[in-house]
């Protein structure tokens, strides 16, 4: 076995060379700041190991390639920040529907519209969990290092694979563009997981049938399986249907197939949580500034507890309502106008007080502004 070596690398490198470590081959986008640097390692490095890369006449393009791409059996990735995310939106709706494997990095900017294209943000939060229509299944990550910009890239197509559900891995500016020194996993210590592929003949092959696993066996268009895909609702052999029984049956499936795997699905991180008064909620770079603030305010005698969701959606909701019942008040600080604090306000309410520290200026939460907040609700 081989010894990596420490590194000083880029978080959106990081994120890329992930995703090849996870099996991606194939990648289609379009440049956008601040995610245009996993384009081009993109570009470079899959074709040294057989894969493509494409770079689409515009976003809309970019999702529907990948998804095309992943239809054949390839494992498929494509960035992009706020703009182009929204555009991806319809076609992330018939991943949804259609349940084909895809991740989706966003490199989070200031919005809305163009913004602020080189400033930090975490104002797609909720676009993340709600962007395309209807009610649909969704996975999104949020790493707060370099080196989980590589682990949560892997585990995001593990996830995507492993489901049959879009995954977004949602970093910010800041997150994306810093550079930390990071010793990357051998190869061979990395875990893969690969989608389930048929156990019938061609001739016996249904599609979307399932079993207890909530989960539709995929087979690879090319190999002689036939199936039919679409974004309508439809039946166990991938053709429409609007019978309310089935309509009813097919969602019902794809709303609870991530419920059924919650306990492998969420992450989380606690710092100083078990005798904390106060909890601090926050992901992403701010959850660096919380952390710092954390271990002053400890320090100062005060005592302060930090609870990341690395995982956003589905949201850790249990962990965070254990804690919440033990402490006098939560804060949540976000570079947003507060999108997750809805939620963790929704689960904290009958517990303990919850408090907002919001800032969509294009600076960083810093750790003193955390502090005085702090400092504010004791």
């Known amino acids: 076995m081989t010894v990596n070596k ?202 979307y049938r399932t079993d207890e696993s909530l989960i539709p066996e995929m087979a690879d268009y090319g190999t002689g399986y036939k199936w039919h895909v679409t974004g309508l609702h439809h039946d166990e052999t991938g053709f429409p249907t609007t019978k309310p029984a089935l309509v009813e049956k097919l969602m019902n499936r794809l709303m609870s197939k991530l419920d059924k795997y919650k306990e492998e699905i969420l992450l989380w991180q606690e710092e100083s949580t078990d005798d904390a008064e106060v909890l601090i909620v926050a992901y992403g770079s701010t959850a660096r500034s919380a952390l710092d603030a954390v271990e002053k305010l400890r320090e100062a005698g005060i005592k302060v507890g930090l609870f990341r969701p690395i995982t956003i959606w589905p949201f850790p909701e249990e962990a965070l309502a254990r804690l919440a019942a033990n402490v006098k008040g939560v804060i949540v600080p976000e570079m947003n106008y507060g999108q997750l604090y809805l939620e963790v306000e929704r689960i904290c309410k009958d517990k303990c007080k919850t408090s907002g520290l919001f800032k969509a200026n294009s600076e960083p939460i810093t750790p003193d502004e955390i502090i005085a907040k702090v400092r504010e609700v004791l």
């Open 6 to 207: 420490a590194r000083l690398i880029q978080g959106n490198q990081a994120c890329a060379e992930g995703a090849i470590a996870a099996g991606v081959t194939f990648f289609a986008g379009y440049p956008i700041t601040p995610s245009t640097e996993i384009a081009e390692i993109m570009s470079e490095e899959l074709p040294k190991i057989g894969g493509k890369f494409i770079q689409m006449e515009d976003e809309i393009g970019s999702m529907a390639c990948i998804l095309g791409a992943s239809l054949t059996g390839k494992k498929v990735l494509t960035a992009s920040s706020g703009p182009g995310i929204s555009l991806k939106q319809e076609a992330i709706g018939y991943a949804s529907m259609a349940e084909i494997p895809c991740v989706i990095v966003n490199v989070q900017r200031l919005g809305p519209s163009t913004g602020g294209p080189t400033s930090t943000a975490q104002g797609d939060i909720m676009q993340a969990r709600w962007g395309t229509h209807g009610d649909h299944p969704i996975i999104a990550l949020c790493p707060a290092t370099v080196k989980e910009c590589f682990d949560l890239t892997v585990k995001a197509v593990n996830f995507a694979e492993k489901f049959r559900t879009p995954v977004y891995v949602l970093l910010d500016e800041i997150i994306g563009h810093m550079r930390e020194k990071v010793i990357l996993p051998n190869k061979e210590d990395i875990e893969i997981v690969d989608r389930k592929r048929p156990s019938t003949k061609p001739g016996d092959y249904k599609p």
